[in-house]
């Protein structure tokens, strides 16, 4: 199929923000979606958004669509130690209802 | 929120056995589960979707009589790796629609690893 793309690496201080990217691939994707994985666990929910937003914002987290550009990213405020983990920026794609996976960024948040 | 669960988080096999994995819904119905593979520092491989009261559809390059997968009941499906190889380890993950959520969203369950000796 086609490619879900993340960068595979982001590294921030604690307190600053983070801002993970995502480019996906099918501009008919109704549903858009943030996981996080943390090591040797599965992957949990963490927000996700419609396509007919622009933006939601959910605690710590802001996500932003931009459907022209397809392109998707999650903004973590105040980042923390614990906010370590891979992400994974999903879609399902119009033509099915299984997700598209990117490969992950994963986020290291340094003291 | 809503919780997928999969049992045994962890599993140790000899070559040739067969070992079956399960995923369970615990607060909602899923007609439909997916289950997936990840190797270390990848993303997740679909591996198959599975259908409740109906033969799964397995992606390409997936062996179906390998990765047996029933789906008896609304909130539970099952994978059974049979004829178990070293190249069979690896981390399972299951995810499950949730129909009745308004916007259709699919929680992961926790994994399982499998590792073949």
């Known amino acids: 199929g086609e490619d879900v793309e993340q960068s595979l690496f982001l590294s921030v201080r604690e307190g600053d923000s983070s801002v993970i990217n995502c480019t996906y691939t099918d501009s008919s994707s109704t549903y858009l979606y943030w996981y996080k994985q943390e090591p040797g666990a599965g992957l949990q929910l963490l927000t996700y958004?419609?396509?007919?937003?622009d933006m939601k914002q959910d605690q710590r987290l802001t996500v932003l669509l931009n459907k022209k550009d397809k392109h998707l990213s999650l903004r973590i405020a105040d980042t923390q130690t614990g906010d370590s983990a891979i992400y994974f920026c999903?879609?399902?794609?119009?033509?099915?209802?299984?997700?598209?996976f990117g490969k992950g960024t994963s986020l290291l948040v340094t003291p | 929120g809503a919780v997928v669960s999969q049992h045994p988080s962890w599993v140790i096999c000899k070559s040739g056995t067969s070992v079956k994995i399960e995923c369970r819904s615990l607060?909602?119905?899923?007609?439909?589960m997916f289950w997936y593979r990840q190797f270390p520092k990848q993303s997740l491989m679909l591996m198959a979707t599975?259908?409740?009261?109906?033969?799964?559809?397995?992606e390409q390059g997936v062996e179906k009589d390998k990765f047996l997968i029933n789906h008896a009941s609304l909130t539970l499906s099952t994978l059974t790796v049979t004829s178990a190889h070293p190249e069979d380890s690896s981390f399972y993950i299951c995810?499950?629609?949730?129909?009745?959520?308004?916007?259709?969203?699919?929680?992961f369950g926790e994994g399982s690893w499998l590792t073949v000796v």
């Open positions: 995810s499950a629609r949730d129909t009745g959520h308004p916007r259709n969203t699919i929680y």
């Open positions: 999903a879609e399902i794609p119009g033509s099915g209802y299984a997700l598209n």
């Open positions: 607060d909602f119905q899923a007609t439909t």
């Open positions: 958004i419609f396509s007919n937003m």
């Open positions: 599975s259908n409740e009261g109906s033969k799964a559809t397995y």
